[in-house]
């Protein structure tokens, strides 16, 4: 997962190749990017982060690194975002499938479950059980000291 977003977006653009983007796919993903965008904005400093963190683990300089994160986020908009996003609807779905799922996420259940989707990344309550027991095994696996208290009290807050 070293340069998954950057290999994910160019191998998604590469495996179209000379496929157009239909209108539809557009609009399918500028649909699913207007329900989203809140939850995948929150999430991009963690994302990119991440991705300065592998850059300097890679041997590239932390300049370097914030640099490129930088740019990153400058580049993340939810503009491009939609673009890659309609690039991989039209890779992987027929002009048919497209239809169809543009026609449920219209529909009062596909608003609901936008609405769940968006929800459900955006709210951290929806993983905080999964993220206590995460703490307090990474708590029990750490030897006693400052590391440990540290980590329990966090986890006793959960």
Same mark, same amino acid.
């Given at each position: 997962?070293?340069?998954?977003?950057?290999?994910?977006?160019? =191998? @998604?653009?590469?495996?179209?190749?000379?496929?157009?983007? $239909?209108?539809?796919?557009?609009?399918?993903?500028?649909?699913?990017?207007?329900? =989203?965008?809140?939850?995948?904005?929150? $999430?991009?400093?963690?994302?990119?982060?991440?991705?300065?963190?592998?850059?300097?683990?890679? =041997?590239?300089?932390?300049?370097?690194?914030?640099?490129?994160?930088?740019?990153?986020?400058?580049?993340?908009?939810?503009?491009?975002?939609?673009? @890659?996003?309609?690039? +991989?609807?039209?890779?992987?779905?027929?002009?048919?499938?497209?239809?169809?799922?543009?026609?449920?996420?219209?529909?009062?259940?596909?608003?609901?479950?936008? $609405?769940? *989707? *968006?929800?459900?990344?955006? %709210?951290? +309550?929806? @993983?905080?059980?999964?993220?206590?027991?995460?703490? %307090?095994? +990474?708590?029990?696996?750490?030897?006693?000291?400052?590391?440990?208290?540290?980590?329990?009290?966090?986890?006793?807050?959960?």
């Amino acid at each position: 997962m070293k340069h998954f977003f950057v290999v994910c977006s160019f =191998g @998604i653009a590469s495996s179209v190749g000379a496929q157009s983007v $239909s209108f539809e796919s557009v609009r399918l993903a500028d649909t699913i990017m207007e329900s =989203g965008w809140s939850a995948v904005e929150q $999430s991009l400093p963690l994302m990119i982060s991440g991705f300065e963190a592998q850059l300097k683990a890679g =041997g590239v300089t932390e300049r370097a690194a914030r640099v490129f994160g930088e740019e990153l986020r400058l580049s993340m908009s939810r503009d491009s975002m939609s673009k @890659i996003y309609a690039i +991989a609807v039209s890779a992987k779905l027929s002009p048919q499938e497209i239809r169809e799922v543009s026609t449920f996420l219209q529909s009062k259940s596909g608003l609901k479950y936008l $609405s769940l *989707n *968006n929800d459900f990344a955006a %709210n951290p +309550a929806f @993983i905080q059980p999964i993220a206590k027991q995460a703490c %307090n095994s +990474a708590a029990q696996r750490l030897d006693s000291g400052t590391d440990k208290s540290s980590l329990s009290s966090i986890c006793s807050q959960l």
